[in-house]
């Protein structure tokens, strides 16, 4: 029998409570999801709890309050830590819905139907085609179904 194993037989017999096992010191607390959550959900504060995990696997976890407000792009099950790749800008237009397209210059303002060829959120650079003319142009994502082009 080995050293070790009489050392510990030893002690086992001798009915010394050996010490509570103390928290993993290479544990951290992070935020994880306390529900699933669908592709395109915006999520919130109160989607998140704290619990300790692994610090090697914590990296790069986004906080609560970094991820509120934020869209999923792909579906996050229960427990998940939400890094910054799984969270877009929430999208104002998406891929093939009606928007409204407006050009403005000086003394003047354009609107019309167009249809989106593509999904952006606030200030991303969307491509869309206008229904009257079916011409497509980029524009800018200015709210919700709406695109701006810029007058030259």
Same mark, same amino acid.
């Given at each position: 029998? =080995?050293?070790?194993?009489?050392?510990?037989?030893?002690?086992?017999?001798?009915?010394?409570?050996?010490?509570?096992q103390?928290?993993?010191?290479?544990?951290?607390?992070?935020a994880?999801?306390?529900?699933?959550?669908?592709?395109?959900?915006?999520?919130? &504060?109160?989607?998140?709890?704290?619990?300790?995990?692994? &610090?090697?696997?914590?990296?790069?976890?986004?906080?609560?309050? &970094?991820?509120?407000?934020?869209? &999923?792009? *792909? $579906?996050?099950?229960?427990?998940?830590?939400?890094?910054?790749?799984?969270?877009? $800008?929430?999208?104002?237009?998406?891929?093939?819905?009606?928007?409204t397209? =407006?050009l403005?210059?000086?003394?003047?303002?354009?609107t019309?139907?167009? *249809?989106?060829?593509?999904?952006?959120?606030?200030?991303?650079? +969307?491509?869309?085609?206008?229904? =009257?003319?079916?011409?497509?142009?980029?524009?800018?994502?200015?709210?919700?179904?709406? +695109?701006?082009? !810029? !007058?030259?």
């Amino acid at each position: 029998m =080995s050293r070790l194993a009489i050392a510990v037989a030893l002690v086992l017999a001798s009915g010394i409570a050996l010490p509570a096992q103390a928290a993993d010191p290479a544990e951290t607390p992070v935020a994880v999801l306390t529900r699933a959550i669908a592709r395109g959900d915006i999520l919130s &504060a109160t989607d998140f709890e704290l619990q300790p995990r692994a &610090a090697v696997a914590a990296r790069g976890v986004l906080a609560a309050d &970094a991820a509120s407000g934020r869209e &999923a792009v *792909r $579906a996050l099950p229960a427990g998940t830590m939400v890094r910054a790749g799984d969270l877009v $800008a929430p999208r104002l237009v998406r891929r093939g819905e009606a928007v409204t397209l =407006s050009l403005q210059g000086r003394g003047f303002a354009i609107t019309t139907a167009a *249809r989106a060829l593509a999904a952006g959120g606030m200030g991303d650079v +969307v491509r869309v085609v206008a229904l =009257s003319t079916n011409h497509s142009v980029d524009g800018v994502v200015t709210g919700a179904g709406s +695109v701006r082009v !810029a !007058a030259q």
